[in-house]
């Protein structure tokens, strides 16, 4: 199995703060990884697919990039509505597999 | 849009099946993969299974002899089956169409369910 490290595990930002999510791939994936975003009780929403693609209807202040075995989420100016937990995930290879998540806390 | 709703028991004893089906609406379930996922509680995401249309799936290989996933086009349904669970499978079930954007790409997870809470326990 592909394992998946992000990084950090918690992270405490204030509002309009820039943020960056690192995710780490145990072999390459080429660009099949997606992100996540899950707030409490919900089910997770797809914010970027192929590492960079924004995903229709998410808003631009997310992006992602890299490609291979390391990715980076980044949210240029944190919203309130953005204190969540965020996963990253590949698609390259059966079984899919899914970093431990990234929750941002307000702080 | 197209919606996905899981249905199923929120209790299963311990040793015995879980089953859970999703009923998609707003698409027709052919030429899409659907995938289950799993979230116990306080945990991240486990990705179970996942079938296309057709019928063939793949699964968790940490999971795979206990799982069976099938396809119901008819219905517009895809359903998942745990056997033997215990007290580890308790968990939120979630069920997701996989997708791609063109026709040489992967399928990721672009639409989910609400999810549906499962717990083992006699």
Do not use: E, G, M, Q
């Given at each position: 199995d592909i394992q998946m490290t992000q990084s950090p595990s918690t992270l405490s930002a204030s509002v309009g703060d820039r943020v960056t999510i690192t995710c780490r791939a145990s072999q390459s994936i080429s660009s099949w990884l997606a992100w996540y975003q899950q707030k409490p009780g919900k089910a997770p929403n797809l914010?970027?697919?192929?590492?960079?693609s924004l995903e229709s209807g998410v808003p631009s202040r997310f992006s992602g990039s890299g490609s291979g075995t390391e990715f980076t989420l980044t949210i240029s100016s944190l919203q309130p509505d953005d204190f969540a937990t965020y996963y990253c995930q590949q698609?390259?290879?059966?079984?899919r597999t899914f970093g431990q998540g990234t929750k941002v806390e307000i702080k | 849009q197209v919606q996905l709703q899981e249905s199923g028991p929120g209790l299963v004893r311990p040793s015995e099946t879980l089953s859970l089906t999703c009923t998609v609406s707003g698409?027709?379930?052919?030429a899409y993969y659907w995938s289950w996922i799993r979230q116990p509680p306080g945990k991240g995401l486990e990705w179970v299974g996942d079938i296309y249309y057709s019928g063939s799936t793949n699964y968790n290989p940490s999971l795979k002899s206990r799982v069976t996933i099938s396809v119901d086009t008819s219905k517009n349904q895809f359903s998942l089956k745990v056997s033997?669970?215990?007290?580890?499978?308790?968990a939120v079930y979630y069920c997701a169409r996989e997708n791609s954007r063109n026709l040489f790409d992967y399928y990721y997870m672009d639409v989910w369910g609400k999810g549906t809470t499962v717990t083992v326990s006699s």
């Open positions: 914010l970027i697919y192929k590492a960079s698609y390259n290879t059966y079984p | 698409d027709s379930i052919n033997s669970v215990t007290a580890a499978d308790t």
